[in-house]
Each structure stands twice: as C-alpha cells, then as structure tokens.
C-alpha cells in the first residue's frame, strides 16, 4: 500500500461524504509526514504539544494546517497559540480562558472544538452535555472574544461492539444537531463534528462525522520509543 495510497484511499472515501481527513503524525518522524504532504495531505493532527511544534519548527512546509488533538494542558497553550490551525480537545472553561488569553496575546481568534464526553471509559476527557449546554448560556463565553469553537469533538469507548459505537457517534451527532439549531453564543457556530479514528472511522461518517482522525491506517502501527 504505503502512505501515498492511503491517503488517495481515505480522500475518495471522504471527500464525496462532505468529510476532511486529518492525517495523525504523532510520533511518525517528519520524512513520513512529507511523503503524505507529498500526496496533497495538508492537514496533520498531533496530541503532543512538544512534538506539534517541533514538527511546525522542523523543515517540513509552512502550508500545513496543525491540529492539535489531544489533551492539551494549560501551561503548554502557549506554544502553539501563534500557529495552530484547530484544537479539537477543550475539555474546560479553564482551558478556554488560557486559550483566549493566548489569542488575544498574539492578535488571533483561534479555532477550537469542545470535547465532549461519550464513552463508558473513567479515563476520557470533555465536557458532559450538560454542562457544555450551560456554558453556552453564560456570560462568560460570550467574553471569549480570542476563540471561536466551531464545533464538537468526541472519542467512542475502545471497544469491538460495533452498536455500542455507532450509538455514542450517534448520540453525539444528535447533540450537535440540538446545539445547531438552538441559539448560539456569536463567538460559536456548530459546523465541525471530528469523530472517528483507523478503527471506527467508516461508524462515525455513516453517523455524520465531517472530520475523521487517522493514524495507523495511514502511516502504519507507532513506535513509542520516543514517547514522554
Ligand atoms: C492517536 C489518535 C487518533 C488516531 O488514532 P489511530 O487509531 O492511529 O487512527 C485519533 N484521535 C486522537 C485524539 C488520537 O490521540
């Protein structure tokens, strides 16, 4: 197959479904990270700070869109607040705060997406529905005038039960739908729904996922060894 193939695979499964592939390029090194911007791949999606900008610091080219994907701690928000391109990980209005700190620091109204909370698993982050559904009452979003959240993120439990993915995707999309046709804060609009990964990617865009996230399938399993 190789990276080339994968990524011409996943944009004829997607692109005709409404639906953006963002490669995932942790802990690949930056050769393979050009071999699919080589392909046209343009959007990359890291869950480590560090690496995310170690990677936009690298060599690679300057056009790619860095997605920041996975917990982001509030320390480490200033790193990449002058360039990254969406976080689909907010998972507190704490972290919106810092976030909007940041944007204002550096003249940006930075694009995020609320993690919510959808599988059985103790050790996921978000939101719940509800408490998400009242911060869009506050005031307090209103004041974020640095960020914009364009939509929803969600992470199904790990599991082979197909129903029981395919029942938190959906379940997700129906809150997303609520959300879209309520009245929203102006600094939000619900137009992005990242869900689904290698292995529950084709569940979530039958259940209308407009961003998928991508890894192994495209670049192979991970080697670990340089993990922190
Ligand atoms: C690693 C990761 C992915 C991609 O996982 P694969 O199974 O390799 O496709 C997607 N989303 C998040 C948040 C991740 O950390």
Redesign the pocket.
């Known amino acids: 197959m190789g990276i080339r193939n994968n990524i011409a695979y996943f944009n004829g499964e997607l692109t005709p479904r409404g639906c953006t592939l963002i490669a995932?390029s942790?802990t690949q090194p930056i050769e393979k990270v050009q071999e699919a911007y080589d392909a046209g791949q343009r959007a990359f999606?890291e869950?480590k700070v560090q690496e995310l900008v170690s990677k936009y610091e690298s060599t690679l080219p300057k056009d790619i869109e860095w997605h920041l994907?996975?917990h982001l701690q509030r320390n480490k928000v200033k790193y990449i607040a002058p360039f990254v391109h969406l976080i689909?990980?907010v998972d507190s209005v704490k972290l919106l705060e810092e976030i909007n700190k940041q944007g204002a620091k550096c003249g940006r109204v930075i694009p995020c997406l609320a993690q919510i909370f959808i599988a059985d698993e103790e050790t996921k982050f978000g939101f719940d529905e509800q408490e998400f559904q009242l911060l869009m009452q506050s005031d307090e979003i209103r004041g974020f005038n640095n960020i914009r959240i364009e939509g929803l993120m969600g992470?199904a439990t790990l599991t082979d039960d197909e129903s029981k993915i395919r029942g938190e995707f959906r379940r997700l999309k129906l809150f997303f739908e609520q959300l879209k046709s309520g009245s929203l804060p102006p600094n939000v609009g619900m137009s992005q729904l990242s869900m689904g990964?290698?292995?529950d990617?084709k569940i979530a865009v039958e259940e209308g996922s407009t961003m998928v996230?991508?890894?192994?399938?495209?670049f192979g399993e991970?080697n670990y060894r340089h993990e922190d």
Not at 213 to 218: H, M, P, S, V
């Open positions: 995932v942790k999606g869950n994907i996975g689909h990980s992470m990964m290698s292995g990617y996230r991508i890894g192994t399938a495209i991970r």
